[in-house]
């Protein structure tokens, strides 16, 4: 209701302001591709907080787009910091003071189409025709699929942009193989396998940790149940599952809808009142409680980001565990939840991610697809992945970019600095691609890199993409469906076993009343409509 209200305000503010409008003028004061008068816009950018960062909004990276902006088209650019973990809100409250950013970013096309809705979003379509001639670099990396990715059907629309997914890795599973070594276990190759590495961990806690033996965290989650627990619960879908079931019970990011996804939860239920699941990860949330124990040295396996424990170079989990434990201490990537047809299947994100959209507040929208077309750049890209040259990265003989521990203003906030290449996520530098990702994590082993990226692909599907129009049942749920999930995944994993079926079941039908099935009833009558197809499973 709190964001309901300030929408509405947004919008009143607006609407007073006169500056809603839809039609397209040609902008006179561009000529042969530059501006004759010098534009100002806004563009919004992540603060991520992080310990020895550098501003987000003031750094050789943005020094770099700034200059460039200004002498290819005339255009003054200023970031605008946004809580990346808060970014729904702050936009909100920017919109209130009249004060938002001409470019926005979010993870949520919900949270776009709510503003779209009621007026306050601008329709990217007409610009991006008219301006097409000027828009090569962004054409170029985006293309048909991804511009028009969302565009409605009906009304041909185009409130958002999506982004490049380069690199459509998502998760690992991960194991210390020090302990396998020293148990004399092998690396697991089944669910079942896993589970005996688990039990043998608790049971030889003293071995493997001696005073601190009471620390020992077999396997580590988070409140997250749904993203850090993925590779278990998708393993109990059926490999023969349709794509119309995939996108009708596919609006949650975290699959968990999809068919028997409730008997990968009962397995984490089980790990857990066996003591195999670290006891206490439901009191933490936002806190780096649980990467603490896993630099500590007290964590022996867990399902995380494809990447997650040699992220951050020097400071990253696998260097810190190096530090505190020894030089043979290591997680490794191991792909062990087979479904029923004996298949480790992953579902792998589409080829987009992160939405680009331009507030009715923006009065200089063609400046505006001006900057996303800079940062699109293949020689942008380049320099904003990988930095500079002996400060961010060096140069090998094969001509791969590796990695180097920057400092003070040279820090990327984020990898690969993903909060200024908002139109492509993962890394895109041409040809030294592939050689240079298995470089970008300096304290870890380029072939430990390279198995961990492989399994995370290996069965990847990626479900078909149906342009059915606007889900409206989705708008402006999405939040508060997704700390229903979150609440009942982990109440259900912390339950008894007995009451398991209970609290499960229970909270599946408060997600579903509360928005979820209604979501799920309009994807499938619009799927029907436009493409005449059902879901195989109701």
Same mark, same amino acid.
């Given at each position: 209701m709190k964001r309901f209200l300030s929408l509405v305000l947004v919008l009143a503010l607006v609407a007073a302001m006169g500056i809603f409008s839809t039609a397209l003028a040609a902008d006179d004061g561009f000529v042969d591709g530059k501006f004759t008068e010098t534009r100002h816009i806004?563009? #919004?950018i992540f603060n991520r907080n992080n310990d020895g960062?550098?501003?987000?909004?003031?750094?050789?990276?943005?020094?770099y787009i700034k200059k460039g902006m200004l002498e290819k088209y005339n255009v003054e650019v200023e970031y605008v910091s946004v809580g990346r973990w808060?970014?729904?809100d702050d936009i909100n409250n920017l919109l209130a003071t009249g004060e938002a950013p001409d470019i926005c970013v979010t993870y949520s096309y919900p949270t776009i189409q709510t503003f779209a809705d009621m007026g306050g979003v601008i329709d990217l379509n007409p610009y991006l025709t008219e301006y097409k001639d000027q828009l090569g670099d962004l054409w170029g990396l985006l293309e048909d699929y991804n511009i028009y990715y969302d565009q409605n059907p009906e009304t041909k629309t185009v409130w958002a942009l999506e982004a490049v997914l380069a690199d459509r890795a998502r998760l690992n599973t991960f194991i210390r193989k020090d302990w396998l070594d020293k148990l004399g276990l092998a690396l697991p190759t089944t669910e079942e396998e896993f589970y005996n590495c688990l039990v043998a961990f608790r049971d030889n806690a003293e071995t493997l940790l001696g005073a601190d033996a009471a620390k020992m965290v077999p396997y580590s989650t988070s409140t997250d149940i749904g993203w850090r627990n993925d590779l278990l619960s998708i393993s109990k879908v059926p490999e023969d599952v349709d794509d119309a079931t995939l996108y009708v019970y596919g609006y949650d990011d975290r699959h968990l809808l999809y068919p028997n996804y409730k008997e990968g939860i009962r397995v984490l239920n089980k790990w857990y009142n066996e003591g195999l699941v670290w006891k206490d990860f439901g009191l933490y949330t936002d806190s780096t409680a649980e990467d603490d124990m896993m630099k500590a040295g007290y964590v022996g396996a867990f399902i995380h980001n494809w990447d997650y424990p040699f992220r951050n170079n020097d400071d990253s989990i696998e260097a810190n565990l190096v530090r505190n434990v020894g030089p043979d201490a290591a997680f490794v990537a191991v792909d062990c939840f087979k479904n029923e047809a004996g298949i480790t299947r992953k579902y792998l994100a589409d080829r987009i991610d992160r939405k680009v959209f331009f507030?009715?507040?923006?009065? #200089?929208?063609?400046?505006?697809?001006?900057y996303v077309n800079f940062i699109s750049n293949p020689d942008t890209i380049k320099f904003l992945q990988t930095g500079k040259e002996g400060v961010n990265h060096e140069i090998t003989a094969?001509?791969?970019y590796k990695t180097l521990p920057a400092t003070g203003e040279w820090v990327m906030n984020s990898g690969m600095n993903i909060d200024y290449t908002i139109t492509v996520n993962g890394l895109n530098i041409g040809e030294a691609t592939e050689a240079s990702r298995a470089l970008n994590y300096s304290s870890v082993p380029a072939e430990i890199v390279i198995g961990a990226h492989e399994a995370a692909i290996a069965n990847g599907r990626t479900a078909k993409h149906y342009n059915v129009g606007d889900i409206t049942a989705e708008t402006d749920v999405g939040t508060s469906l997704t700390a229903k999930r979150d609440a009942m995944l982990t109440q259900a994993v912390s339950a008894s076993v007995d009451q398991f079926d209970a609290v499960y079941d229970a909270g599946m039908a408060d997600y579903l009343a509360s928005g979820g099935?209604?979501?799920?009833?309009?994807?499938?009558e619009k799927l029907q409509a436009v493409y005449n197809e059902a879901p195989a499973v109701k």
């Open positions: 806004k563009v #919004e960062g550098s501003d987000p909004t003031n750094n050789p990276f943005t020094d808060t970014e729904v507030p009715a507040t923006n009065k #200089e929208p063609l400046a505006s697809l001006l094969d001509g791969a099935q209604a979501i799920i009833d309009e994807r499938a």
